[in-house]
């Protein structure tokens, strides 16, 4: 059996692991003649530049980023080739995002920045505290889970979460699924944050109506795509400080134009699209592909098919 790695993705050290652990396996690192591949372990833009029909004997692929709204998921499908995401892999890195992007606003962080560079000693009484607060979590997958472990840790009131099925997951107060109940958390919570994964269906799905939902001393966090807000609408609220802020890991497009009026509003704070990085990356990458490939070879179902 021949499967492609993406090996950078996999790590120096991880790599020659992989090898020694599946001897009968035939890793290849690039598919120049290796079109008899039966497995990809790929990144997504990696796999958009492929020919899947030249890939005859391909079966499974599996995605090295837990986003997938880039890949044509019904063409793969419609080949009956296996499909999964690395769901689980950057959750944790990016739940302490959410935090850290709270804590940005809520302690003033550019504030005394600015203050040590003028090296003015200047404090601001009664800053937010996450204690005591409610939280809309739009999405309770991997992400919306150690979201809400982490705030209940702080001491909040409520969390609600917004999600399609019905099931309650750990540290969640409540789930919403419809209209109502978005509009529910929106109305309610004193902090946003979208974990959703973009489709037809959560497209602008923050738009300008659902935006004057929002509290006046509400903060916006969006770590998942940045189509999921209608991001004129958020800078039309942003500058009219209809809200106290927005924390973007994400934009639209991607990397943001020098000339968007994001980057001199002074609500908010930017990271780009970096929200997963980690020194664990790579290792979890590797963990969830030694885990997968033994299920493949041994004709188990795969985890995180899509």
């Keep these: ?9 996999m790590g120096r050290i991880n790599y020659p692991k992989l090898i020694k652990k599946f ?24 796999l958009n530049k492929l020919d899947l ?26 080949k009956r080739i296996l499909i999964t995401n690395a769901r689980d892999v950057f959750s944790i890195s990016i739940a302490e995002d959410v935090i850290a992007k709270i804590l940005y606003f809520n302690r003033n ?18 800053e937010p505290e996450i204690f005591n607060s409610t939280v809309g979590i739009l999405g309770s997958g991997s992400i919306g889970k150690e979201l809400a472990k982490r705030f209940k840790a702080f001491g909040v009131e409520q969390i609600f979460g917004y999600k ?21 958390i929106l109305k309610s919570s004193d902090y946003i944050i979208i974990a959703l994964p973009l489709t037809k269906d959560t497209k602008n799905l923050i738009n300008s109506e659902r935006l ?29 400080k209809q809200i106290r802020g927005a924390g973007l890991d994400v934009t639209t497009p991607e990397p943001l134009p020098k000339d968007s009026e994001l980057w001199s509003l002074d609500n908010v704070y930017i990271t780009p699209h970096n929200a997963s990085s980690s020194p664990y990356m790579k290792d979890r990458l590797f963990e969830l592909t030694l885990m997968n490939l033994e299920r493949f070879l041994n004709n188990h179902k795969l985890k995180y098919l899509i």
Aim: charge should be negative; hydrophobic fraction near 40%; glycine fraction near 4%.
């Design 1 to 9: 059996m021949k499967i492609f790695v993406e090996k950078r993705m």
């Design 164 to 184: 399609k099925s019905k099931d309650k997951p750990e540290n969640f107060d409540q789930i919403f699924n419809d209209e109502e109940g978005l509009e529910t």
């Design 109 to 126: 962080m550019k504030y005394y920045q600015d203050c040590m560079n003028d090296k003015v000693w200047n404090p601001i009484s009664k």
């Design 23 to 46: 001897p009968k396996i035939e890793f290849v690192d690039n598919l120049d003649g290796h079109e008899d591949v039966e497995a990809l372990i790929i990144m997504n833009s990696t």
């Design 53 to 78: 029909d030249k890939f005859i004997r391909l079966r499974w692929i599996q995605l090295l980023m837990a986003g997938y709204d880039n890949v044509d998921i019904n063409y793969i499908k419609s």
């Design 212 to 240: 004057q939902l929002l509290k006046p001393n509400a903060l916006i966090v969006n770590v998942a795509r940045g189509e999921i807000i209608d991001q004129e609408a958020l800078i039309k609220c942003l500058k009219q």
